[in-house]
């Protein structure tokens, strides 16, 4: 019978390092990117004017819903990040939520910036990009987690 060699472990736990970068990362820049939408640059996009009374509070919440959601995926995505780098999750199952929470925060980025609009400077542009890369990040993490061999 043959040995089993150290590499796998080896290779096993740089796969696991490699997702928990990736998820750390990736979380990072969502949750920049929504609160860079989301505090500073509002006043500079359309459709975000001084609150009109209750009904423009519903309209207002409709555009930074994706926002929100975005963020909140994020989170789950770091909670996540830290059961695989602790070894409580599973690295397969870590790699479906991953790639599935990746998808989400694309969905979600995506239409805060068809809803929330564009500014001159191309500033909410560039947030909402920094968003989809870091859901791509997650993306990454998933289909690394998925490399992990235990």
């Given amino acids: 019978m043959k040995a089993e060699s150290p590499s796998g472990a080896m290779y096993g736990r740089a796969a696991r390092l490699s997702a928990v970068a990736f998820g750390t990362f990736g ?3 969502v949750v920049a990117a929504v609160i860079s939408i989301a505090t500073g640059i509002p006043h500079r996009a359309h ?3 001084p609150l009109a009374g209750l ?3 519903g309209g ?3 555009e930074l819903s994706p926002l929100i959601a975005a963020a909140l995926a994020a989170l789950v995505v770091a909670s996540v990040v830290l ?3 602790t070894s409580r999750l ?3 199952a870590a790699a479906i939520e991953l790639v599935v929470l990746g998808a989400a925060i694309e969905v979600c980025a995506l239409g805060a910036i068809g809803r929330i609009g564009y500014a001159a400077d191309g500033s909410v542009l560039l947030a909402g990009i920094a968003c989809l890369t870091g859901g791509v990040s997650v993306v990454a993490a ?3 987690a998925a490399l992990v061999r235990e």
């Fill in 55 to 57: 009904a423009d509070l």
């Fill in 47 to 49: 459709n975000m004017a």
């Fill in 90 to 92: 599973r690295p397969d």
């Fill in 27 to 29: 979380t990072g820049l």
């Fill in 60 to 62: 207002r919440l409709g």
């Fill in 142 to 144: 998933g289909a690394l």
């Fill in 83 to 85: 059961m695989l780098a």
